[in-house]
């Protein structure tokens, strides 16, 4: 008999994907961290709207590592945006993630309103 090896996508080279809910409603608006335990390089940021983007301005939410902002990695939710609308970022600065640190997601909009679901995708290096 053989041995059976269970990585479980643990390898290096795998793509995998996290997903949470991003606010920009009162009180509610911050930076998300996401934290890793091997390093990673995130691939993209896709995001949907679960509850209609208010109508007084458009809100932001923008990807980030501890070194800064990803360039290219910012998803742009237009004022009034209805529910199920999607938007997808592609990060190709700042998109690397040393093991134990962390990738981020901040959330803003001068007039509160609305929330996002966003996956981050990431391929572990």
Excluded: W
Aim: glycine share 12%; charged share 15%; hydrophobic share 35%.
């Amino acid at each position: 008999m053989g041995v059976i090896s269970k990585t479980y996508g643990r390898r290096a080279g795998d793509y995998d994907m996290q997903t949470f809910t991003c606010s920009f409603e009162t009180g509610e608006q911050c930076a998300k961290r996401i934290y890793f335990p091997m390093p990673v390089t995130i691939t993209a940021i896709k995001g949907i709207v679960v509850k209609a983007i208010a109508g007084t301005d458009a809100g932001t939410i923008t990807g980030a590592n501890s070194t800064g902002n990803s360039t290219g990695g910012v998803l742009t939710a237009a004022a009034s945006d209805a529910l199920a609308v999607e938007y997808t970022a592609t990060p190709t600065t700042n998109n690397t993630v040393a093991a134990g640190s962390y990738y981020q997601l901040t959330s803003a909009k001068t007039t509160a309103g609305g929330k996002v679901e966003v996956t981050v995708q990431y391929k572990r290096t």
